[in-house]
């Protein structure tokens, strides 16, 4: 479904990534995981047209989308949750998920995927006509998976959605993320840090160091592969 060959991406001189190649079938979930600034975010990025490669190609359903904007890119099914949520602060819940299917042209599918969300997360449902920015944090990353989800992506890319959780709120995303993955065979593409819960939740996963992918296994594999062990899952 979605195959990165030999991407390098620049940050004017910087070279972030170095020729990463990876692919995503449908239906699965992937995680990438790394350290800190070792090009997981930027590789996210590379694929939605924020951040387009100097060199490779991002190829979507066989379709060269290197060069596309990131609205095309939405347009064909792809969609992000940025590292640190941003949701629109001044509208509320029920705002910002319209202007995830702002794309959307039946509003009876649109009305579906409304209480299918707040079934999914009940806590939005009961807070619409709030604010998003008087939300908690946890809150916040539900409303921007929401979002996300409102535009019926065949592929979401989430980038960190445990990052400054409480411990039993990732749980929960977690869990959710599965369930999305199952309910409607969206295909995820997973950058976390927490690797632990990344590759219990994935299929398979790809680990990055210093903008090349090291390491491509089952999250199986993964979890048992004693160089992982050491570097990513606190020697456990
Ligand atoms: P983190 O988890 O900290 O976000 P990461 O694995 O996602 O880490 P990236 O954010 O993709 O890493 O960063 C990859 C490299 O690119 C790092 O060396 C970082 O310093 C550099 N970088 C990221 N964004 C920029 C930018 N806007 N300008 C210059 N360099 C950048």
Redesign the pocket.
Known sequence: MLKLESVSTY??N?Q??KEVSLSINEGEIVALI????????????SICGV?PPRKGRVLFEGEDITHLSSEKIVALGINQVP?GRRIFPYLTVRENLDMGAFLRKSKTEVQRDLEYVFELFPRLAERRHQQGGTLSGGEQQMLAISRALMSRPKLLLL??PSLGLAPILVQQIFKIIRQINRDNNTTIFL?E?NANLALKTAHKGYV?E??RVTLYDTAENLLNNEEVKKAYLGGA
């Open positions: 940050y004017g910087i972030a990534l790394g350290a800190n600034g070792a090009g997981k975010s930027t590789t996210l990025m951040t590292e980038d960190e950058v840090q990055m210093t903008g």
